[in-house]
């Protein structure tokens, strides 16, 4: 308690470095049976500084090492007891808060998550998929946005009274004016939506519209998610006519296109391509195009 900040990061680099894939009683073993007031002055000392700034990601590592710890349920109990997942929730909305430190805290989530549905569920409930899916939006780091989409693809595993909600929330990141954020949501819904049905045509509608970008990655990532829904009937017919609307523009997209002439030849590419890839998998499709 009397160490000054340099010298508490010196021992949770040591504590980190020396202490990987443990069991909880190995650290019952190294800490004489205190390992949890060890984690205690961790989380006490997260808690009265995250909110300064700081190099709190070393604080959230140490606590990674107790969660994951194989035997060591009541380290992850006691951690929710005072609140930490809510602490996690709000150090991915600082804005003071680094890319490094909410990946840690992105990645201590999903920790969390896979501990079972229960886990998830806590973390749903407190506002967890609306927190991971605005930090991806504000964020321009692919480290940061990749351990988000983690987190929401572990919340969505074998918990169906959020699974929706995770889809909805990948959704509407799909307009986004990020590109790094339009990549990784479309990425999420390739892998969950088998999880909620059929998708409905408004989804169609704004995977169509990513096809624009300037950026390769998010129309590639389009095209695989287009070349997935267009398995489901109810929406087969939707997704081949709106490429080929795609190839002919209407007087709405010319004016546009005075604004934005390479995006509107981009996406008269990728539809065209897109639309011969499925016609030459699929007979079906190909009479749908015609």
């Keep these: 308690n009397l160490e000054t900040s340099g010298a508490r990061e010196r021992i949770l680099s040591n504590f980190i470095a ?84 909410k990946c840690s805290a992105l990645q201590l ?58 889809h909805q929330v990948l959704k509407d990141l799909l307009p986004s004016t990020n590109p790094g954020t339009q990549k990784v949501a479309a990425q999420g819904l390739r892998q969950i939506q088998q999880l909620v049905g059929s998708p409905t045509p408004s989804l169609v509608e704004n995977v169509l519209a990513l096809l624009r970008s300037v950026h390769s990655d998010v129309q590639y990532e389009a095209s695989q998610l287009l070349q997935m829904l267009v398995e489901y009937e109810e929406v087969r017919e939707v997704v081949m006519c709106g490429l080929i609307a795609l190839l002919t523009p209407t007087l709405d997209d010319v004016s546009r296109a005075t604004d934005a002439p390479l995006a509107q030849h981009l996406q008269q590419a990728a539809a065209a391509k897109l639309l011969g890839i499925l016609c030459d998998s699929s007979p079906k499709l190909a009479a749908l195009a015609v």
Excluded at 130 to 135: F, I, K, L, Q, V
Excluded at 139 to 153: D, R, V, W
């Design 18 to 101: 020396n202490h990987v894939n443990v069991s909880g009683p190995d650290l019952e073993e190294e800490f004489a049976d205190a390992a949890s007031l060890f984690l205690t002055r961790i989380t006490t000392w997260l808690r009265l500084t995250y909110l300064l700034g700081g190099n709190i990601n070393i604080q959230l590592d140490s606590v990674k090492i107790f969660l994951s710890a194989s035997c060591g349920q009541r380290y992850l109990s006691e951690f929710l007891e005072v609140g930490g997942i809510l602490t996690l929730l709000e150090i991915l909305g600082l804005k003071s808060a680094r890319e490094i430190d």
């Design 109 to 166: 989530l999903e920790t969390i998550s896979k501990c079972g549905r229960k886990y998830k569920e806590v973390i749903c409930e407190s506002y967890g998929v609306r927190a991971a899916a605005e930090c991806m939006a504000r964020s321009f780091s692919a480290e940061t946005q990749q351990n988000g989409l983690s987190l929401l693809h572990s919340l969505a595993q074998g918990n169906p009274r959020y699974q929706k909600q995770i």
